[in-house]
DNA sequence: CGAACGGTTGATCAAGATCAACGTCGGTGG
DNA sequence: CCACCGACGTTGATCTTGATCAACCGTTCG
């Protein structure tokens, strides 16, 4: 059974890990005082489903801290992850009663919820919360279409380098770092779970980061400790352009 | 050299084929003057660039007739399409200066146009726009996640039947009707393009359309006029679960 | 201890890529 | 008018990448 989280958050948006990054960031005092009305934590173990296509979504949120997936399942039991949900993420579509994906905590992790129909009615007539949620949808938007190249038109052992690529990237972000040089990070995912994210099979995943780190692309510690030597080199066998996506 | 289209549209917003679908679907009278303001037309032919990644742009826009295509690609020219515009959809990101995806015209295209700068000032401040905006982008990203369902698990038969059953409902509510029994359409993209959409070779998009044809799955008159005799056949043979995406 | 889980590695197979030839249609210029 | 060319498409033969099937390892957890 699961056991609750010990671990108790302040409700003060003031102390929250992810304020200047998530749908609230723009959002005044009164604002945030408003949202805390509607608001309340939710906590997830490991493995644990959040929301099951299909049904019916009472609240959408923000992740606090821990990892989610956003996966699609066809009826034979193939899957695509179609959105990797890290801090800061927004989860839940406004205007759609019925969830579009399964989302599942791959990690332990905890979201802060806001009722559904009370937050669409606040954002229709708060332009911080829409203005922000536009601007994180449309990024969201792009790293979907970087990962429709990756799936569509790369080799597995690209697939690989641009997967371990986003992720030291993310985590360099995260650490406000530049991404160069050498970097250090833990993978948040299982063989299978990148296996879902690059459509190939976990053996051929399992293939290929022997291969990178046979070639000392990268280095591992266990299965999940990874260093990146030489980022650019990462960037070159992922087959991007050195620029890595900077864009104005 | 380009021959200027004859043909001459009226800037009344009110005899506008897409008012009803594009970003200023939910504008006011006073909000369409405004706009009119900002607001040129653009023609371009089949085959021509409208926008190559990396320029800066200087407008945003609607597609307000013809067929556009966003579309990646890599130093050594393997390419992947990760946007098909049709009629209505916006060009153009708010907020970034320089374009991230090539946007060529597939059949002669013209484009409602709006000075960038004047038009991000304005959504700032007219949440009529900012709304619809996010609502298409949401719209957007669902479709590249279903996007991505297919290009990561789907084989090459189901990728073929994948993007017939999108045109073919596109071109269903396009024209008012229900998405159903029997249907015909003209596929607007050459079999390089459709390749380029599903991450396939132009030889294997040829021979899956073949066999659908050969198995009765769908008609052909030329290459390009197609006929689907049983939509739910069609929808079938691309994998999906029988109700089609339809979400509330 | 044994089972479950995550991961690695090997042998074999098949889907789709690649290389190549050929067909059709619609201009365009001699 | 016809010959030629280029764009688009089809089909065949062969090759390669990654899938599939299978065995096995180490750790963790009842």
Redesign the interface.
């Known amino acids: 059974m699961p056991q609750e989280h010990a671990e108790v958050f302040s409700r003060n948006c003031g102390e929250c890990p992810i304020r200047h990054r998530a749908v609230c960031a723009r959002c005044e005092p009164d604002e945030l005082a408003e949202l805390d009305m509607i608001k309340y934590y939710r906590s997830f173990e490991a493995g644990q489903t959040i929301i099951w296509s299909g049904d019916q979504m009472d609240f959408v949120g923000s992740v606090v801290s821990g990892i989610a997936t956003?996966t699609?399942t066809?009826?034979?039991g193939?899957?695509?992850m179609?959105?990797l949900l890290l801090p800061s993420d927004f989860v839940g579509?406004?205007?759609?009663?019925?969830a579009?994906?399964d989302v599942v905590a791959t990690s332990d992790l905890v979201m802060c919820c806001f009722r559904k129909a009370p937050f669409e009615e606040m954002m229709?007539r708060t332009?911080h919360i829409?203005?922000r949620?536009?601007?994180m949808?449309?990024d969201?938007?792009?790293a979907?279409?970087?990962?429709?190249?990756v799936?569509?038109?790369k080799t597995a052992r690209e697939k690989i380098a641009s997967l371990l690529s986003i992720i030291a990237r993310r985590n360099a972000t995260l650490n406000m770092q530049g991404p160069k040089g050498q970097m250090v990070f833990d993978l948040p995912l299982t063989r299978e779970a990148m296996a879902d994210y690059?459509?190939l099979t976990l053996e051929t995943v399992s293939r290929q980061v022997s291969a990178l780190k046979r070639d000392g692309v990268i280095e591992l510690k266990g299965k999940r400790h990874v260093t990146v030597p030489d980022f650019e080199r990462l960037l070159d066998e992922a087959?991007d352009?050195s620029d890595g996506g900077m864009?104005?």
């Open positions: 956003l699609q066809m009826e034979d193939r899957t695509q179609v959105g579509r406004p205007g759609r009663g019925a579009a994906y229709g332009p829409a203005q949620l536009l601007e949808t449309l969201e938007l792009d979907a279409r970087e990962w429709m190249l799936l569509g038109r690059l459509g087959g352009d864009l104005a």
